[in-house]
């Protein structure tokens, strides 16, 4: 049981180019969310999903998109870089109660230069 | 709106000292309530959780108690560890369907042998 991969762990990118931050979960969870933990700042929400076809705002999605094409993967893109996208990005998911918590992905480190 | 205040850091502690972190909250209706820890270099892990007034997270010596009146979450733990050197933050899942975990700023804890 892998619980939530998140992929890659490092990322260097310059400002304006895109990526796409992977987010897979082996859990059945139908809840799936995004952070950014910045120093200071705590974890901030840029979007969630509550199941397959289903994704939402959180309170910080501007610059970012995502999609939920299948129950396990989340995956989050970049469309262009800036450097105020510098942070560490957490996946998490949960099944549709609370009763068990979320689980977090180990994150992904990115530097926008 | 929904939102979670932690209690500002850094609290540096002896070791076998006691252990507060503040946290209140405001919502809609009665979210459910947690705490999570993030070791250096980790992601997040939960810790414990309360789902209703007056229940009593606890877990590795941590325990919380759900305070309706309070709107409170107050972490404390009798007697810390250096291995308990961490940032904790508290968090609330708002009691709506199809929402995600909001989150405090995070609280930094060190305990020094």
């Known amino acids: 049981n892998a619980g939530v991969t998140q992929t890659p762990k490092f990322q260097v990118l310059k400002t304006g180019q895109s990526m796409t931050l992977q987010c897979a979960q082996d859990?059945?969870?139908?809840?799936m969310s995004w952070y950014r933990q910045d120093p200071g700042m705590g974890l901030r929400l840029i979007h969630y999903?509550?199941?397959?076809?289903?994704?939402d705002q959180g309170e910080v999605p501007n610059g970012y998109n995502v999609s939920r094409s299948t129950t396990e993967d989340f995956p989050l893109r970049l469309l262009s870089a800036a450097p105020s996208q510098t942070s560490v990005y957490f996946c998490?998911?949960?099944?549709?109660?609370?009763?068990?918590?979320?689980?977090f992905g180990s994150g992904t480190r990115l530097t926008v230069v | 709106g929904n939102s979670v205040t932690q209690m500002e850091g850094p609290v540096t502690l002896s070791e076998e000292a006691f252990l507060t972190i503040n946290c209140t909250y405001t919502?809609?209706?009665?979210?459910?309530l947690f705490w999570y820890v993030q070791y250096p270099g980790e992601g997040l892990q939960l810790l414990l959780k309360?789902?209703?007034?007056?229940d009593k997270g606890s877990n590795k010596g941590f325990e919380a108690t759900y305070r309706k009146e309070t709107t409170s979450f107050h972490l404390e733990k009798g007697s810390v560890q250096v291995s308990d050197s961490a940032v904790y933050f508290c968090?609330?899942?708002?009691?709506?369907?199809?929402?995600?975990?909001?989150f405090g700023k995070g609280t930094t804890l060190s305990v020094s042998s």
């Open positions: 998490a998911s949960s099944y549709s109660t609370d009763n068990y918590g979320y689980t």
């Open positions: 859990m059945n969870h139908e809840y």
């Open positions: 999903s509550v199941g397959a076809g289903i994704t």
């Open positions: 919502a809609t209706g009665y979210p459910s």
């Open positions: 309360a789902t209703k007034a007056d």
């Open positions: 968090a609330l899942l708002p009691r709506q369907a199809g929402t995600a975990l909001i």
